[in-house]
């Protein structure tokens, strides 16, 4: 007797394959699809700025200029720092998963202004065409802090080119921090209350804060500069009668907050992989959300310590000092708590959980380290010298590349359905973090022993720990680009993701993986538990599934 035939079923629809055109991924006003369309365009830039870094770092492992010209060695530098701050740092984790996963983590089918959230990212594409424009004409010399009169008066670098792409990339910072903060105010599911938010959603709010705020600041300073350049007026020239400490008033009162607009989501992402992995309710939830806007706005008033050697009055610099090492508070509030709610969990070593490690162990050297730049006279003695140069990098790539990183880990397989390779995932981040402590510590060393930052020739003395430190970059390259490989290998070859792979908690663990085109399945009930709720049936069962019942109150405790 022949068995009859089972129907296929057809396959689920998600948000992916609703519609494979390239004009209905071009058109979209899905916030997921958008978010992608960031990832892509980020990671374009971002590779661009790593091979200017690695031109860069190949010039230092010699004593003399031998590879490229002075004035060459200035673009590369400069055209690095551009675009890994303005096109990477700043849009990466609000523009991709502040994108995703916002409204799902809020219970809201979209975004307040879907049209605007596209618009967004064609004005960032727009203001990168010109910065690439201005690369492939020649270049721009100025430092990525293009301070004046050399921007505004003297380089003959493709200055305004630059300017006119960062002016346009900030509408872009604008318009996605006014989404978010719309989004979350009024479109949160009935039962998400202010107390029940994701600590991610949190973090992207303060972001969002700065964002408006902060950045045409910065974009009325690039117009001024323009307006200088262009009709010669006095503004920050002295030879006209301008002043060019009143430019690094106006750029650092918007550059100091854009750190937290870059470490900020980071912090968010923390938040979440630490409570996730260690299956166990964030320690002090209120402390750590207050922090995150206690940040924001602490972030506005310390911007004067970038100016200790500019002729700042004594008075002036011994207030910012104090109010700089003030803003330390609320971070260490986030570093306590986290460390605090892996104590006593179940902590498991998850590729997400191994970044989450790494950002605490090199955030925290470049907050330390950000400490002793606050004290007058540490920071005159390293002042301009590659101890700022390691301080940053510890932050930016340390923190904000590091908290991206193990977010786009732990939310692929709700991106893509699909998971990636975890042998391959865990030795990229070991490489990362490796690579990054052998790139970047010796640099600490040389600041304190007197070497500038910016020269492309140095004394013979310096040499050992420069090659050291080309050699940790190499590392450090690989590290990054084996993510690429296995995120695409993943796409094809990956094993398909469940709803909770994790078994950790939010709403974006409730709907099918990857989601369907409005989030939530119609008819469906949402179900919103207190932030961090392991012991709730919906979230223990996913994780009895994943890691087995707890063997004692102590394994997964309330919290």
């Not at 100091?256 to 409570?275: D, K, N, Q, R, T």
């Not at 939830?285 to 004067?304: H, K, P, R």
Request: charged share 10%; no cysteine.
């Amino acid at each position: 007797m022949s068995t009859p035939a089972v129907a296929a079923q057809p396959p689920r629809e998600t948000y992916i394959n609703t519609d494979w055109s390239l004009r209905s991924w071009l058109l979209t006003i899905d916030h997921k699809r958008i978010a992608w369309l960031y990832l892509i365009s980020i990671s374009g830039f971002f590779v661009l700025g790593g091979f200017f870094a690695l031109l860069i770092r190949l010039e230092l492992l010699t004593p003399a200029g031998d590879l490229v010209s002075p004035d060459t060695y200035n673009r590369l530098f400069t055209q690095h720092g551009v675009i890994m701050i303005f096109l990477f740092l700043i849009p990466s984790i609000p523009a991709v998963l502040g994108n995703f996963l916002i409204p799902i983590q809020i219970g809201a089918i979209d975004v307040a202004f879907p049209k605007l959230n596209l618009a967004s990212w064609y004005i960032y594409s727009l203001g990168g065409l010109f910065i690439v424009i201005a690369l492939a004409t020649g270049g721009v010399d100025t430092g990525w802090t293009f301070y004046t009169p050399l921007s505004s008066t003297y380089a003959n670098s493709q200055v305004m080119w630059v300017a006119v792409g960062v002016f346009i990339v900030g509408f872009s910072s604008i318009l996605t921090g006014l989404n978010f903060l719309v989004t979350i105010h009024t479109m949160r599911h009935k039962d998400m209350t202010w107390g029940r938010l994701p600590l991610f959603v949190w973090a992207s709010y303060a972001t969002s804060l700065i964002n408006v705020l902060g950045t045409p600041v910065v974009a009325i300073t690039i117009l001024l500069v323009g307006v200088e350049r262009m009709f010669g007026l006095a503004i920050f020239d002295p030879a006209l009668g301008g002043d060019p400490v009143l430019f690094q008033h106006l750029f650092w009162f918007y550059s100091h907050p854009a750190v937290y607009i870059m470490i900020l989501p980071a912090f968010g992402v923390i938040s979440e992989l630490m409570a996730g992995f260690s299956r166990k309710r964030i320690f002090g939830y209120n402390f750590i959300a207050a922090s995150s806007v206690g940040i924001a706005v602490l972030g506005f008033i310390v911007w004067a310590h970038h100016l200790f050697t500019t002729g700042l009055s004594v008075y002036a610099a011994t207030v910012f000092s104090a109010l700089t090492m003030l803003i330390a508070v609320p971070t260490a509030v986030k570093i306590i708590n986290w460390t605090t709610t892996m104590y006593q969990g179940s902590v498991s070593w998850d590729t997400p959980m191994l970044y989450a490690l790494g950002f605490l162990g090199l955030f925290l050297v470049g907050g330390l380290t950000g400490v002793m730049l606050a004290t007058l006279g540490i920071d005159i003695h390293v002042h301009d010298t590659y101890f700022v140069v390691a301080h940053f990098h510890y932050v930016m790539v340390g923190g904000a590349i590091m908290g991206f990183l193990g977010g786009l880990h732990y939310w692929w397989p709700k991106m893509t359905g699909r998971m990636y390779p975890e042998t391959f995932s865990k030795l990229s981040a070991l490489l990362v973090f490796a690579g990054f402590n052998l790139t970047f510590f010796p640099q600490f060393i040389l600041g304190y022993l007197g070497m500038p930052r910016r020269y492309h020739a140095y004394p013979e003395e310096f040499q050992v720990l420069n090659i050291f430190s080309s050699a940790g970059a190499s590392i450090l390259g690989v590290g990054y680009l084996l993510p690429g490989l296995y995120f695409a290998y993943s796409l094809v070859f990956g094993e398909k993701a469940g709803r909770n792979p994790w078994g950790t908690v939010g709403l974006e663990w409730q709907i099918p993986s990857p989601p369907p085109p409005h989030n939530f399945v119609e008819g469906e009930e949402i179900v919103v538990t207190d932030a961090y709720d392991y012991e709730h049936d919906l979230i223990r069962d996913d994780l009895d599934r994943r890691v087995g019942p707890p063997r004692d109150a102590r394994e997964v405790p309330v919290g």
